[in-house]
């Protein structure tokens, strides 16, 4: 086929490596089998209670001895348990050494420089290696960095970034994450791109992102970070879900956590006025902002600061309303807006005009996901049954996804612009100044020539 | 209705039979003895430190950990009692329910002082009116021992790969005996008294036994006791345990507490050094 770029020898080699990793894991599989009968044996052995034989004991051991008596039944002892579920093994043991890897490059010459891609020694595979931020030492370990490792591991999911090990250097301070290597992240990849992805490919990756949301979300994770630099994408136009530095589980009723999370830019707008109670919507804001950055190559709401980022929030979606978002006025931070609220009644309209390629049944989805009302958000898992993606354009196979060169891989990274994860300590209180200002600017806001759409 | 917990893991790593035996050859005569006054340890710290028991249970089961994958020198530098006070800090934080690194210390220093109720610490039991300045935290002592509980707790991390998940049985045995249909309080409140013994077991029994196995255990023993026949045969099936699984384990928390008794023989008016 033309349009596929893979040669011929291509597919065998991924024959062959499908062959050796299937090889591999039965090998790995006897050896497990293998080490689960000798723990066994072991575990019979091994521990002594010291203690004389009580009334329980007796009961266990005859039991063991004599099941057809003990119960009065016949059953056969070597058909009995064949049918259970046995949980398959993991094990635990401490950290190895960095120095099983040999660097290769910086993958982001950002921020902290903190990621790199390197080569393990023995096997040659690649990796990327994540160091941990370990600035917040009043606490003693970092408890982000714990909580990035504890729900990175519970991950398994296609597309989530695989955590393969926990390394350290020479000392305490240097843990390093071993992840598996992929050649972009979303955001470096739009900002070098001359077009937008294409409809049906916007589709297939979106599909991606929300499946992976929806498997964090059942399983009580919450992200909190989710933006393009955080999505990684390889040549197979695979996603993968990464930075869990944010990460955290929640529960029902929901804890008070800090709402110092979200990168500004992708930041749910309770968030922005304070809630102290959140939940998984404000992962599905984020998708929003996603979505819209994948239609435009550009992050749809670029604030300067909180005030700024609602402003530009507001300018897009309109200003809430008691009847679009019953309760807002009670959050921490509306306070600020009450006197400047309470003669406006700007309906809530997402133009079309900005997002030029979009259907209406996209345009919808756009709308339900940027509701500012966080209740009429869809859940990750509604959105994966939403219209859009059934429409045609279908979403693209993977396997005919474009390749590009892979900066990760070759050559050191440009400096972001974008901002970055909040760090700790105190949640900015909004004043009412600033809020006056942004609805002075309102009126001159462009509203966009296209249809609009209301928001119910 | 309890609130749903956040933290649902199903299974735990177990351990594997070279680390079993490592640990039995590296352990010293007191080994035995050692583990079980730690665990009474961190469970009475954990009580103090008014941290629900799934933290404290979490808390051993980490110690646990550390002891069986982390290497002899690693254990060196420094005492049980800070490895105790390391795991309960780093439990605590990892929960909805975090503890300050200060009353981790105050708590630590109280109950390994002359005042502390634990026999081990004070063999002749504690004294009635005892003396608060027996276990003041002086800043300078606060600030050295603080230093110390975050080394030992990163020291704790890497023996232990940084693996924090623990799956523990109590809302497993609470949905199990529901399931059998024999609810009742007194039945609930026995099995959740072997649970909590059978975490201060020297077996080690949350990394030999998944937490669904200790939970139709711990039912087994509790039932028995309490004089409730479960009438179904082999329902310990219904819930994918083995007869084998389950005679070791009833085994093991049916002889906890002649463990313990001999243990306090032993230790008749001896202290037991942790520090
Ligand atoms: N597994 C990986 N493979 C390739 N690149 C990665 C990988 N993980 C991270 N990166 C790159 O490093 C950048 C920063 O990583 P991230 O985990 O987001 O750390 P931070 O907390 O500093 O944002 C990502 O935007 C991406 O470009
Ligand atoms: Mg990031």
């Known amino acids: ?456 | 209705m309890a609130p749903i917990s956040s933290v649902e893991y199903l299974s735990n790593p177990l351990v594997t039979s070279n680390q079993l035996l490592d640990l039995k050859n590296s352990e010293r005569d007191n080994g035995l003895s050692v583990r079980f006054a730690q665990a009474q340890l961190t469970s009475a710290a954990g009580i103090l430190l008014r941290l629900p028991q799934e933290v404290i249970a979490q808390a051993i089961v980490l110690l646990q950990r550390f002891w069986v994958s982390s290497r002899p020198e690693d254990r060196e530098g420094f005492s049980p009692k800070t490895f105790s006070a390391a795991t309960i800090y780093l439990a605590a934080k990892l929960s909805a329910t975090p503890v300050a690194p200060r009353s981790v210390v105050n708590v630590y220093a109280y109950l390994t002082s002359k005042a502390s109720p634990l026999l081990f610490v004070n063999p002749q039991g504690a004294p009635t009116d005892p003396d608060p300045a027996d276990y003041y935290v002086s800043e300078g002592t606060y600030e050295r021992e603080r230093q110390r509980l975050f080394v030992c707790e990163s020291v704790v991390l890497v023996g232990i790969g940084f693996d924090t998940r623990v799956a523990l049985p109590y809302s497993l045995a609470l949905t199990y005996i529901q399931v059998l249909g024999v609810s009742s309080a007194s039945l609930a409140r026995r099995v959740f008294e072997h649970l909590n013994a059978g975490l201060l077991s020297p077996q080690l029994l949350h990394l030999t036994h998944q937490p669904h196995a200790l939970a139709v255990a711990a039912i087994y023993v509790a039932a028995r006791e309490t004089g409730i026949k479960l009438v179904e045969q082999n329902w310990w099936e219904v819930f994918d345990v083995d007869r084998e699984d389950l005679g070791f384990l009833v085994l093991a928390y049916g002889s906890l507490a002649n463990f313990a008794e001999a243990e306090a023989k032993k230790w008749k008016g001896i202290a037991l050094s942790l520090d």
């Open chain 1, 1 to 456: 086929m033309a349009s596929n770029s893979k040669s011929k020898w291509a597919v065998d080699d991924e024959e062959e490596a499908a062959a050796v990793a299937l090889r591999k894991k039965e090998r790995d599989e006897r050896r497990r089998l293998k080490e689960e009968k000798a723990r066994q044996a072991a575990i019979a052995t091994a521990a002594t209670p010291s203690s004389p034989s009580n009334e329980n004991e007796r009961a266990a051991k005859r039991q063991k001895t004599s099941p057809e008596k003990e119960n009065g039944a016949s059953t056969s002892t070597s058909e009995e348990g064949a049918h259970l579920l046995h949980f398959p093994s993991r094990q635990f043991g401490p950290c190895g050494h960095v120095d099983q890897f040999e660097l290769l490059n910086n993958i982001e010459e950002g921020s902290y420089g903190l990621v790199s891609r390197a080569r393990t020694k023995g096997s040659g595979d690649i990796v990327a290696l994540k160091r941990l931020k370990m600035e917040h030492t009043n606490d003693g370990f970092p408890v982000t960095g714990l909580r990035e490792i504890q729900t990175l591991m519970a991950c398994r999911h296609a597309n989530v970034v695989k955590l393969l090990e926990v390394v350290m250097g020479t000392s305490l301070k240097d843990v390093y994450l071993v992840m598996e290597f992929l050649e972009h992240d979303l955001k470096t990849l739009l900002e070098d791109m001359a077009e937008p992805f294409l409809p049906s490919e916007t589709k297939t990756l979106m599909l991606q992102i929300v499946s992976a949301t929806e498997y964090l979300h059942s399983t009580w994770i919450m992200h909190r970070d989710l933006k393009t630099s955080n999505l990684l994408l390889n040549n197979r136009g695979e996603i993968r879900l990464a930075d869990f530095g944010m990460a955290r589980y929640t529960g029902n009723p929901r804890p008070k956590l800090t709402q110092l999370v979200v990168t500004l830019w992708y930041r749910a707008p309770e968030l922005l006025l304070g809630a102290e109670e959140y939940g998984f919507e404000i992962d599905v804001w984020s998708l929003g902002c996603i979505f819209a950055e994948l239609l435009t190559k550009e992050p749809v709401f670029q604030g300067k600061n909180e005030v700024d980022q609602l402003s530009k929030i507001f300018a897009l979606l309109g200003t809430p309303t008691n009847e679009t978002w019953p309760g807002f006025r009670s959050l921490p931070n509306a306070k600020a807006l009450h006197p400047v609220l309470s003669g406006s009644t700007s309906p809530p309209s997402l133009s079309a005009s900005k997002f030029p390629y979009i259907t209406n049944a996209g345009l919808r989805l756009l709308s339900s996901l940027l509701s500012m009302n966080p209740t009429a958000r869809p859940s990750a898992s509604e959105i994966l049954s939403h219209p859009y993606f059934k429409e045609d354009p279908r979403p693209k196979a993977k396997e005919m996804f474009p390749t590009f060169p892979s900066k990760a891989g070759q050559e050191k990274r440009r400096r972001r612009a974008t901002p970055q994860a909040p760090e700790r300590g105190d949640a900015p209180r909004l004043d009412e100044q600033e809020f006056a200002g942004i609805f002075a600017g309102r009126a001159d806001e462009e509203q966009g020539a296209g249809f609009s759409l209301r928001l119910g």
